[in-house]
């Protein structure tokens, strides 16, 4: 399946296809079993095709960012379609096809394996990865997800096909929660808020003394919906440490092979994934 | 037509003998052409014809013919 993915992306946009070869073929057979896993998510040869177009558009898009990012230095905030299941299904797959995302996901994963989950809550739902995982690592835990879009619940409730899985569609600072929880999942959200600070207090307020937050977001990486421009990865830590949360252990990916003296200069995007507890 | 300004640009991008470009260049033969490279290659372009590509020339253009091409119809010449 992972084969005929990678064909039907190569037919569209050779250039993707050049980087997911060069990738895929130094990932192992763990790699192997995720990427079948997560590709059962698509159930016949049109959804699988789907999947590839909406890969290829979210490319697209990103790269037109990048370039609009390159010469002005600020985030387009060019906003997405009102049909966003394709942004969501192309997101989806980048954590199987772009090294970073792929990275943070394992990093995720050994966490799961280092923890005891029996209240979950993810913000930002987006396509139900993170969630999933923990519902299979932990079945009896209580999972609930937010998010203000209709179409990520919808794309999260068909991921996670789970029936203790509680969806809220609501924004996260009003949504009503009021129990605290012993694991927070924070995946690629802070990018897309204004109110940075507001997510991380409530986020705070609402985990128990003992818990843990997943947290990922960017530094330089302008996408369509990305709002809160990070410059640096300096900026997300004290962003952190102000909400009186401290770094258990983290991850700093630069997307490109570039000397980290260079990372600001030449506008680099870095991925960036923590575990977080309270301060 | 000269076209060893184009290929000068090129040459520049992926760090290779301008002398080794011709109408076979592609994504293919140019080990160096990754995803960084491609979106310095459309910044130079549009830098150095003073021209903007659509968002789907920006994909379209993974060969030295395609690349001369959207330059001529965009700049009007080489």
């Keep these: 399946m992972l084969t005929r993915l990678i064909g039907l992306i190569a037919a569209q946009n050779p250039l993707q296809a050049k980087r997911i070869n060069t990738f895929v073929k130094q990932q192992d057979a763990d790699y192997q079993a995720f990427a079948e896993e997560l590709l059962s998510f698509f159930q016949s040869e049109q959804e699988l095709a789907e999947a590839a177009c909406a890969y290829n558009r979210v490319c697209m898009e990103l790269l037109c960012e990048q370039i609009q ?67 299979q690592h932990f079945p009896n835990s209580s999972v609930i997800l937010v998010d203000s879009s209709g179409t990520s619940i919808q794309v999260a409730k068909e991921m996670l096909n789970c029936p203790q899985a509680r969806f809220i569609h609501s924004d996260y600072l009003t949504a009503p929660l009021e129990d605290r929880f012993d694991f927070i999942i924070m995946g690629e959200v802070l990018e897309h808020v204004s109110d940075v600070v507001g997510f991380l207090k409530r986020t705070h307020q609402l985990l128990q003394p003992d818990g843990t937050i997943f947290l990922s977001t960017c530094a330089n990486c302008p996408a369509i919906d990305h709002v809160y421009h990070f410059h640096t990865i300096d900026e997300i830590r004290g962003l952190i440490q102000d909400t009186d949360l401290s770094i258990v252990r983290e991850l700093v990916l630069p997307a490109e092979d570039i000397p980290e003296d260079k990372w600001q200069e030449e506008l680099v995007t870095i991925n960036y994934c923590a575990i977080l507890e309270r301060g | 037509m000269d076209e060893t300004r184009l290929k000068q640009v090129l ?68």
């Design chain 1, 69 to 135: 990012f390159y010469k002005t230095g600020v985030y387009s905030l060019k906003g997405v379609p009102e049909d966003t299941r394709y942004y969501t299904i192309g997101l989806l797959l980048s954590y199987l096809f772009w090294p970073n995302h792929y990275k943070m996901f394992c990093f995720f994963k050994e966490h799961l394996d280092s923890i005891n989950i029996k209240r979950c809550l993810e913000v930002g739902v987006g396509h139900g990865l993170f969630a999933s995982e923990v519902v």
């Design chain 2, 11 to 78: 040459a520049g991008i992926f760090d290779i003998d301008v002398e080794t470009i011709d109408e076979t260049t592609s994504i293919n033969t140019v080990k160096e052409w990754d995803s960084l490279r491609h979106l310095y290659l459309i910044l130079a372009l549009e830098a150095e014809y003073d021209i903007t590509l659509t968002e789907e020339q920006t994909i379209e253009i993974l060969s030295y013919p395609l690349i001369k091409a959207v330059v001529q119809e965009k700049a009007g010449g080489l």
